[in-house]
């Protein structure tokens, strides 16, 4: 049984990975377009590495979900040295984690996937925390990061492409 604010213990590498979406609060030139990419990856829950992840200019989806997940069992130059096969892989019921096509995959290399109830990201607290840790440790430092709300956003979209 899942209980609220329980620490999974920790295991061995490639027993359980973590797996979400963020998008990155840093806007981005996309075809002549001020965008904010979207960040989809896998991390570890026993060493915390980021095993495998997919930057896109548009909203998730299964694809960046299977870009990811490709990143994350190639083992070879660029992608290595983390990664290989999981056990398991802890999701959210996000739409594109569980659609026909990544669940297949899944299935294919012989993955259980764990789906979690909605609205509990500290289930997930590694790539939960690693969400965090890179806005704060990361993309502050790079030109265009801004933490905006939508509204925000879209004032921000206009007046920078009317400089453009």
């Given amino acids: 049984m899942l209980v609220p604010g329980v ?7 490639n027993q359980v990975w973590e797996t979400d979406h ?8 996309v075809d002549g377009e001020a965008r904010r990419p979207w960040i989809s990856w896998f991390t570890d829950g026993a ?22 997940l490709r990143s994350a069992v190639l083992r070879e130059d660029p992608y290595g040295p983390f990664g290989g096969l999981p056990e398991k892989v802890r999701v959210d019921r996000g739409k594109d984690f569980l659609s026909r096509t990544v669940t ?14 909605a609205y509990t990201p500290h289930l997930k607290g ?28 879209r004032r921000c979209v206009h007046a920078a492409l009317a400089i453009w």
Avoid at 22 to 29: K, Y
Wanted: charged share 15%.
């Fill in 7 to 13: 620490v999974w213990p920790r295991g061995w590498r």
């Fill in 22 to 29: 963020v998008q990155a609060p840093v806007l981005v030139d």
């Fill in 47 to 68: 060493t915390n590495a980021i095993t495998g992840v997919a930057v896109m200019p548009g909203d998730p989806s299964r694809e960046s979900v299977l870009a990811a």
């Fill in 104 to 117: 297949a995959a899944f299935g294919l290399l012989d993955v259980t996937v764990e789906d979690l109830p």
């Fill in 126 to 153: 590694t790539v939960e925390g690693l969400n965090r840790a890179v806005e704060s440790m990361f993309l502050t430092a790079l030109l265009g990061y801004g933490p905006l709300s939508v509204a925000g956003l």
